[in-house]
């Protein structure tokens, strides 16, 4: 990467701290507001098309815990959720959170042991109603999707059109949390990973900014966002995306062996696994 770019993984993280920070503290004039009057809640309904609930709505504590996967859910808690309904409503939450110096977390599909979206304070941006196929282009092998889409759902639209993308192995998990985990995929071996399959990612900055990053332009952006986890410092709202061949078929076999076993198994993984076709997935 160091080849490609100008920046070094070092220089590139020491200077987007100050974007990070602007998302958790900064401040930006918005023509909707009296100038030095942040934004309130009533000013955030208003500019939102989505759902917005503040600790005491009577609807408020479903709406933080209603679509979490594990359900040993701590007592924290943030200020205020937005259950966003598009861009347009990021970029509102964007801003109220700078106007308010509040800070930002931001929700995918909500599938985690340790409930890392739920932190007492600030503002909760939940993206699970953007979880739609936007395009598929079948010829050119491209399609653009949301990214709470499952793994399950993309690769049943995919399929029933003779195509297919390298997603997760956890059906139900989400597509923009795998991919910004860095995406270990089915078939990786000849794929690649599902990060190597992402064209371009169109994102909200910290600045309240909607881009779109690719190796050409907003390159750092698109850097980080391949691997960088939930500490990714932009909201993604749209993954562009390589697509495959649907193969005929994945076939999958398991074999049980002894632990007194494990040794020789163990040995034998080691000796042979580089010789195996990359078709073949390995586990142990």
């Given amino acids: 990467m160091k080849g490609e770019n100008s920046f070094s993984r070092r220089g590139f993280v020491k200077g987007t701290a ?3 920070g602007g998302l958790l503290l900064g401040r930006s004039g918005r023509a909707e507001t009296p100038k030095g009057a942040p934004m309130d809640i009533d000013a955030l309904k ?12 009577a609807n408020f504590t479903e709406l933080i815990h209603g679509n979490l996967w594990n359900r040993l859910i701590p007592s924290r808690a ?7 309904k ?3 409503d990021v970029i509102a939450a ?9 800070k930002v977390v931001v929700r995918g599909g909500g599938h985690n042991w340790c409930q890392p979206t739920l932190r007492n304070s600030g503002l909760l941006i939940d993206l699970s109603e953007l979880n739609k196929v936007i395009s598929i ?5 491209k399609a653009v999707v949301q990214p709470v889409i499952s793994n399950r759902d993309i690769q049943k639209v ?12 956890c059906p139900q998990v989400k597509l923009s949390g795998y991919l910004l985990g860095g995406g270990m995929a089915w078939n990786q071996g000849v794929w690649g990973s599902g990060t190597e399959s992402i064209e371009a990612i169109e994102l909200v900055t910290a600045e309240g900014k909607l881009i779109t990053a690719s190796k050409d332009e907003h390159a750092e952006y698109f850097w980080a966002a391949r691997g960088s986890g939930s500490g990714f410092f932009g909201v993604v709202t749209r993954y562009h995306l390589k697509l495959h061949p649907l193969p005929r078929a994945i076939h999958g076999s398991t074999y049980y062996y002894s632990m007194d076993d494990a040794a020789a198994v163990g040995g034998w993984l080691g000796e042979n696994a580089a ?3 990359p078709a073949v997935e390995l586990s142990l």
């Avoid at 208003?46 to 917005?52: M, T």
């Avoid at 995919?158 to 192995?169: M, Q, R, V």
């Fill in 18 to 20: 100050a974007a990070a």
């Fill in 46 to 57: 208003k500019a939102c098309k989505g759902v917005v609930a503040a600790q005491g709505d």
């Fill in 78 to 84: 943030p200020q205020v959720l937005i259950r966003v």
């Fill in 86 to 88: 598009d861009e347009q």
């Fill in 94 to 102: 964007i801003h109220f959170a700078r106007e308010n110096k509040w």
């Fill in 137 to 141: 282009d079948v010829g050119a092998r």
């Fill in 158 to 169: 995919l399929n029933a059109k003779g195509l297919a993308y390298p997603s997760g192995h």
């Fill in 275 to 277: 010789k195996i076709s």
